[in-house]
């Protein structure tokens, strides 16, 4: 099974709108890490927010964390066609090992 | 810097055949990385060398799989007898020493088993 998930599945919006990804995962982390993969390329990293912070922003993204609920969300405000790719959470494998751990991935598409 | 670079692109065998990708991480980049991408899977996790060394396996098909790193800028994944099964996007990736860095991915093999 998944050790992280996103939700939902997909998501379509217009450009100049916000849309929010959630992620939740199984095992206790020291980070989290959000990718976003757009066609034809490898996952590039957009944030990453270690276990002690709630709430880390990179430009137009939000990432929060509650380790409580095991739940992270992130947020792309004033949304551009551009931003239309898959959205990845990632973790650790929880077991002392380092590869990155994907989850399921949401796919957001944002038209004109 | 060029980023991780794989080799080829797109790869075409024949059911059966030996199949070998190509990876060169990030120069300075100690940990490597193979994932592969299917639409049912997803994102998998391969294998993963540090200094060159094999340190987890535990994503890697038991049979036909392996994975080679002989120097510090080039890594191998080697499909041998492949099956339709294994048609994915290969992804090799690469970082920095320490935990919780930041990973750096190729744009991936399409490997298609006819």
């Known amino acids: 099974s998944q050790l992280a998930e996103e939700n939902p599945w997909a998501l379509s919006v217009h450009e100049g709108e916000s849309v929010t990804v959630n992620c939740s995962y199984k095992?206790?982390?020291?980070?989290l890490q959000w990718y976003r993969q757009k066609s034809g390329e490898g996952p590039a990293q957009l944030i990453l927010?270690?276990?002690?912070?709630r709430e880390k922003r990179n430009g137009r993204l939000r990432a929060t964390l509650d380790t409580s609920s095991q739940s992270s969300s992130l947020s792309i405000t004033a949304t551009r066609c551009e931003d239309t790719a898959v959205y990845f959470c990632?973790?650790?494998?929880?077991?002392?090992?380092?590869?990155?751990?994907f989850g399921t991935g949401t796919t957001v598409s944002v038209s004109p | 810097n060029a980023g991780v670079i794989q080799t080829p692109r797109h790869k075409v065998t024949g059911k059966g055949q030996e199949a070998t990708l190509w990876c060169e991480p990030i120069?300075?980049?100690?940990?490597v990385f193979w994932y592969r991408q299917t639409i049912v899977q997803g994102l998998e996790f391969l294998t993963y060398?540090?200094?060159?060394?094999?340190?987890?396996d535990s994503g890697m098909p038991k049979e036909r799989f392996s994975a080679q790193m002989p120097n510090q800028s080039h890594s191998t994944l080697k499909i041998q007898s492949t099956q339709p099964q294994d048609s994915a996007v290969y992804l090799c990736?690469?970082?920095?020493?320490?935990?919780?860095?930041?990973?750096?991915f190729g744009k991936g093999t399409r490997l298609t088993v006819v």
């Open positions: 990736a690469s970082s920095l020493a320490g935990q919780n860095t930041e990973v750096f």
């Open positions: 095992t206790s982390i020291t980070a």
């Open positions: 927010i270690r276990s002690n912070e």
């Open positions: 990632a973790t650790d494998s929880g077991q002392g090992g380092r590869a990155l751990i």
């Open positions: 120069s300075g980049h100690s940990a």
């Open positions: 060398f540090r200094n060159q060394a094999p340190i987890d």
